[in-house]
């Protein structure tokens, strides 16, 4: 197990729905399993991020193995287009969790990126999302209203510059597009 630098274990406000429970004799057990990644990350969009204005950054430490959820990887990730919000997955854990690909779909379809620390130091990741969110460029547009419905829609951002890299979100959903 490795701990961040600089990241304490605290006990904070609980988001979004407790995950249901049974009784197994004396025991009370959670009905989600293990990890609920995509459940915390649904309600971290939903509940905080998507009332504040303006372009907002989560970074996810994780293993990326969700074991235990009850809204999709697709679902959350409406949540987080929804709330305006780029993620960043900083990729933790052993071989197994290496398999899945959630974190790098959020990150990617969000104009973020996932990155894998090597030995445990996380300080020159926190440095390249730092410069990543000082550096961004912002592009704006506004669809013909006439045309433009509700709910989702694609984009795609080219350049014709080689040396440029370009990370953009996938797309967004238009204003009054109520998702629930």
């Known amino acids: 197990h490795i701990q961040p ?12 729905e407790p995950c ?3 009784t197994d004799g004396n025991k009370v057990v959670s009905r989600c399993g293990g990890s609920a990644i995509w459940d915390a ?12 204005p303006g372009t907002k950054a989560l970074i996810i430490i994780s293993d990326g193995l969700d074991t235990g959820s009850t809204h ?13 919000t780029i993620v960043y997955a900083i990729k933790v854990g052993d071989v197994r ?16 990126e996932q990155f894998r620390p090597s030995g ?16 961004r460029y ?17 984009l795609r951002v080219e ?3 080689s040396e440029v890299q370009v990370r953009a979100r996938t797309g967004y959903y238009r204003a009054g597009a109520e998702q629930n």
């Not at 999709?72 to 305006?84: F, K, M, P, Y």
């Not at 790098?104 to 104009?111: F, P, V």
């Open 5 to 16: 630098e600089g990241l304490n274990e605290t006990e904070g406000q609980q988001l979004g």
């Open 20 to 22: 249901p429970t049974k």
């Open 41 to 52: 990350v649904y309600a971290s969009a939903r509940f905080k991020l998507r009332a504040l």
């Open 72 to 84: 999709s990887l697709n679902r959350t990730l409406e949540e987080v287009q929804t709330s305006n």
């Open 97 to 112: 969790a290496l398999l899945s690909h959630g974190l790098a779909k959020l990150a990617r379809e969000t104009g973020g």
């Open 120 to 135: 445990g130091s996380f300080a020159e990741t926190f440095r390249r999302i730092e410069s990543d969110l000082r550096t």
């Open 138 to 154: 912002v592009l704006g547009f506004r669809p013909d209203p006439a045309i433009a419905r509700q709910g989702f829609h694609q």
């Open 159 to 161: 350049t014709t510059r």
